[in-house]
């Protein structure tokens, strides 16, 4: 009898780009059932995917077991435990280009994705930019699936049955008394955050009537979000109490979510939010927008004052005269385009 076929799945981090993930699983789950999937990634990740009851994970433990060189020879030891048919690596980093290495050594079917970090290279330049939108994360993910044999239909993508509420939700807030808005207002880099005290304007007009959700990791951001929910009575600090398997779950319930370029914007487009996206030294040229929203639910700064957009592939890298940036994205507008969006959702 043959074996069956076993796929290894390498993404390591970052949020964001593991999150990018869940919708193409999905659909490679329904369209080859008798495939078996393991994901190699950080353990703290492995919640994403808590939906799926047939996929097996390894836990990459960077700082830790799998640090260094021989801390990847002991990785390589593990994963060639399980015996993988081809090895798929979404990550393209050093420590996969060695995994890479090692596995080819052995014979393995190995298949890189294409970042395309020449195309990045030209989009983020100041000078002689060519600015023109590159392929979306998701479909060079999906492509690394096509070269190793798999053609997976994201067309026929469907979300998971709505799931059961937390109770620490489902005991404090009804459901359609009022809109559920989420605000994640924080991400990796400054340059790509919203400045904090404009933020507070949209969040102090948004929870008027309307119930906020705010998102965050980490003690300063946890502290930042404390102000705002005793500041304001409709708003609920959810990464406060909550799991992030529950959070997803809230995220599901969510008319709208408000994120920056950040991981919390992929999060809520997979449980079919609808997310409006706010970009300050990045731009959704680059291909990371949340995947399945509209162009019309990105706000960006204008080029034609900042003509260096983007300036990076991360938001890490600002210009001189670039340090406030987002500051040219009133509050005025996200409340506005945050009402559009709740109302076309209210006449559909």
């Not at 999937?37 to 919640?47: F, S, V």
């Amino acid at each position: 009898m043959k074996e069956a076929e076993h796929l290894l799945i390498l993404r390591f981090s970052a949020l964001g780009d593991v999150a990018i993930m869940i919708p193409i699983i999905r659909c490679f789950l329904s369209q080859y059932s008798d495939v078996k999937l393991t994901i190699a990634t950080n353990r703290k990740y492995i919640e994403l995917f808590s939906e799926f009851d047939k996929i097996n994970f390894i836990s990459v433990e960077k700082s830790n077991k799998h640090n260094g060189f021989f801390g990847l020879f002991a990785l390589f030891k593990e994963l060639r435990t399980i015996k993988p048919t081809a090895v798929i690596d979404l990550h393209s980093v050093l420590r996969t280009n060695f995994l890479e290495i090692l596995f080819r050594l052995f014979l393995y079917r190995f298949i890189r994705i294409n970042k395309g970090r020449i195309e990045k290279f030209f989009i983020t330049k100041k000078h002689n930019k060519k600015f023109a939108p590159l392929t979306p994360t998701i479909y060079r993910y999906l492509d690394v699936f096509r070269r190793t044999g798999y053609e997976v239909n994201i067309d026929k993508h469907e979300f998971p049955p709505l799931p059961i509420l937390p109770k620490k939700i489902s005991k404090s807030f009804k459901l359609k008394l009022k809109k559920w808005i989420g605000i994640a207002p924080f991400a990796s880099f400054n340059g790509k955050v919203y400045p904090l005290d404009l933020m507070q304007k949209v969040i102090a007009y948004l929870q008027k009537e309307n119930q906020v959700f705010l998102f965050g990791s980490g003690e300063r951001e946890i502290k930042q979000l404390v102000i705002w929910e005793n500041a304001y009575q409709n708003t609920y600090i959810a990464s406060k109490e909550l799991s992030l398997s529950e959070e997803l779950t809230l995220m599901a319930y969510l008319d709208l979510m408000i994120s920056m370029d950040s991981a919390n914007g992929h999060l809520a487009s997979n449980m079919g939010a609808k997310v409006l996206t706010i970009w300050g030294l990045t731009h959704p040229f680059l291909g990371f927008a949340p995947w399945s929203q509209p162009p019309t639910h990105n706000l960006t700064v204008d080029r034609n004052e900042f003509p260096y957009i983007p300036t990076s592939v991360y938001g890490n890298k600002v210009p001189f005269g670039y340090e406030n940036v987002l500051r040219s994205i009133s509050p005025k507008k996200i409340i506005e385009k945050s009402l559009e969006i709740l109302s076309n959702q209210t006449s559909s």
